[in-house]
Nanobody, 126 residues
Framework: VQLQASGGGLVQPGGSLKLSCAAS????????IGWFRQAPGKEREGVSC????????FTQYSLSDRFTISKDNAKNTVYLQMHRLKPEDTAVYHC????????????????????WGQGTQVTVSS
């Protein structure tokens, strides 16, 4: 599966962005797709993920009041809606996919996912 992330940009603190991850090559209807982010000088961290098969969603607790993941099966696309953005949300956001539904403890590990998109830059700054 090929993944194309888009929707990043420059936004002021408190603003919103909606990222998209379009999947192609393979219909992702049995995959789990996750969003990860990596800020300069920091390790990559898992943000949110969704199962295409049953729609189950998981979002890091610290972000769950501001970030929402969703999908459009007809468009093979996963979205990450981000509200009340903060400067510390500045990072390159990547989407990644893995067949099936990994156990919850593995969802936040980069090694779980075997297909990655190129990333989209999100910069939160005034």
């Amino acid at each position: 599966v090929q993944l194309q992330a888009s929707g990043g940009g420059l936004v002021q603190p408190g603003g919103s962005l909606k990222l998209s991850c379009a999947a192609s090559g393979v219909t992702p209807n049995s995959m789990t797709i996750g969003w990860f982010r990596q800020a300069p000088g920091k390790e990559r961290e898992g943000v949110s993920c969704i199962s295409f098969s049953d729609g189950s969603t998981f979002t890091q607790y610290s972000l769950s009041d501001r970030f929402t993941i969703s999908k459009d099966n007809a468009k093979n696309t996963v979205y990450l809606q981000m509200h009340r953005l903060k400067p510390e949300d500045t990072a390159v956001y990547h989407c990644a996919a893995v067949p099936g539904s990994p156990i919850t403890s593995m969802l936040w590990s980069s090694e779980t996912y075997d297909s990655w998109g190129q990333g989209t830059q999100v910069t939160v700054s005034s």
